[in-house]
T-cell receptor, first 117, second 117 residues
Framework: GNSVTQMEGPVTLSEEAFLTINCTYT??????LFWYVQYPGEGLQLLLK?????DKGSNKGFEATYRKETTSFHLEKGSVQVSDSAVYFC????????????????FGQGTILTVHP | DADVTQTPRNRITKTGKRIMLECSQTKGHDRMYWYRQDPGLGLQLIYY???????NKGEISDGYSVSRQAQAKFSLSLESAIPNQTALYFC????????????????FGEGSRLTVL
């Protein structure tokens, strides 16, 4: 089956610190990988994605590289801001060899990030 | 206005009551989903629908039912609510075309917080 494991949280950092949130996965088929972010009181929104091995997704200063050899998709940001405080979810969806997407996401448990001034 | 709208946003009810959560979307997507979020568990898929005539069970469908009244509407029902169904519920949509560049990207509503006493 498919599963996603994220590092345990919560994570507390000072502004301008370096952020890493680890994510590893197991999947059958051909996974695409995603990071979603949930700000307080809101639904989840896509932060970045990568659809094949060695792809790097990036957005708002965040980056993650799809590493097939280590089945990982770690999220990084060089200098966090207070406004980055949120819950971050790693997720995957699986396609078959023909590229047909099954359309469902499997989520990790989420990592709470708090950034202090 | 939000692209994916959930009602109600908050609901408190008693054990044994029937509850319906409604979701409507203006994104024109064929695929709709209901997820449940519990602290420390991430999101778990309850039901999903790939078009009006297609309904599928997710990981945790027991105790829930759904209705796809139209392409834009997807409701979740708890026939007889119990306290361990207290959670935050999210509706989401996604595009349906295979190999679509956004395949796997979900668009979420703001959530419906349900408390069962």
């Amino acid at each position: 089956g498919n599963s996603v494991t994220q590092m345990e949280g919560p994570v507390t950092l000072s502004e301008e610190a370096f952020l890493t949130i680890n994510c590893t996965y197991t999947a059958t088929g051909y996974p695409s990988l995603f990071w979603y972010v949930q700000y307080p009181g809101e639904g989840l929104q896509l932060l970045l994605k990568a659809t094949k091995a060695d792809d790097k997704g990036s957005n708002k200063g965040f980056e993650a590289t799809y590493r097939k050899e280590t089945t990982s998709f770690h999220l990084e940001k060089g200098s966090v801001q207070v406004s980055d405080s949120a819950v971050y979810f790693c997720a995957l969806s699986v396609s078959n060899a023909g590229g047909t997407s099954y359309g469902k996401l499997t989520f990790g448990q989420g990592t709470i990030l708090t950034v202090h001034p | 206005d939000a692209d994916v709208t959930q009602t109600p946003r908050n609901r408190i009810t008693k054990t044994g009551k029937r509850i319906m959560l409604e979701c409507s979307q203006t994104k024109g997507h064929d695929r709709m989903y209901w997820y449940r979020q519990d602290p420390g568990l991430g999101l778990q898929l309850i039901y999903y629908s790939f078009d009006v005539k297609d309904i599928n069970k997710g990981e945790i469908s027991d105790g829930y039912s759904v209705s796809r009244q139209a392409q834009a509407k997807f409701s979740l029902s708890l026939e007889s609510a119990i306290p361990n169904q207290t959670a935050l519920y999210f509706c989401a949509t996604s595009a349906s075309r295979d190999r679509d560049i956004s395949a796997g990207e979900l668009f979420f509503g703001e959530g419906s917080r349900l408390t069962v006493l």
